[in-house]
């Protein structure tokens, strides 16, 4: 067969192998964007934020309370009433999956992407 | 245009639709992990139908083969049926326009990408603008495209092979 296809073919099938390709990082890119806050305490979601919006979240965690904070996309905790600090030190997180953690207040910030949880193509 | 519709051509035109039927009801039972995965090996038989006859008769063998096999399958008139349809209308087209267009610059096998190409296209922008307004669904275009050259690729070296057969035995006459 290979030596059946034409010039024209082959550009054909050389462009579509590049659509792929440039398709496949496009789609990528968006997938790790994040879009959305959750917050949850105790395995339980307290608070959903959009992250373009600029928003300050008061959380009562296990042990005191969170100051949550979101803008331009960026999400990060401002303010904790923790021994160590690390979530505050986490500073500002804005990727899809990433995750600030509180674990004396036992206090989750998860950045989802853009798509509702559970979208499924239904096709044939 | 010769279209003549002679018994002969009648009764081989009608063999490419069966052949296209079977071909897709058969397809349709092979497990996929997304049901569009398909290799689209009842377009084979309209793919021949454009090369041995042409335009108007690939149209014909089409339009029988989708409605048949929708039929068989019991998708008929369902949203599977209307992407199928959608698809495999405007994939038939583009084939035809680019054959008439173009005549030798593509072999059967170019051609046969355009025409996958063109038939997964279409079922994306139908389904994102009919069924799911989700932009999500756009993320499916990379596996789309590349199953689709995937499947182009394979019926059309089937259907070159074919053709080789079918110039020897002068089924066009």
Known sequence: MMKQLTIADRILITVIMAA???SFYAVA??????ATVFIEVNGKTVHKANLSEPHIIKITGARGE?????RDGQVAVIHAECPNHICVRTGWRSRSGDVIVCVPN??????AGDLPEGVQAVTE | MNTSFTPRRITILALFAAV??????????IPT???FLKIGLANVSSLLALMVFGAPEML????????????????????AFILAFAGGALSALAMAVVKALTG???????????????????QLIVVFLVYVQNPGVLLLLPLLLASALFGGLVVGWVSSRLLRVIDKIQLQR
Do not use: D
């Open chain 2, 33 to 35: 992990p997304f049901p």
């Open chain 1, 20 to 22: 792929v390709l440039a």
């Open chain 1, 29 to 34: 890119s968006v997938g790790t964007h994040g």
């Open chain 1, 106 to 111: 036992k206090t989750l910030v998860r950045v």
């Open chain 2, 20 to 29: 296209g039927t079977a071909l897709f009801v058969i397809e349709s039972f």
């Open chain 1, 66 to 70: 969170l100051v949550v904070e979101t």
């Open chain 2, 104 to 122: 030798n610059l593509f072999s059967v096998v170019g051609i046969s990408v355009i025409g996958s190409v063109t038939h997964v296209l279409v």
């Open chain 2, 60 to 79: 014909l063998v089409v339009a029988i083969r989708v409605a048949a096999g929708s039929l068989v399958v019991g998708s008929l008139f369902s949203p």
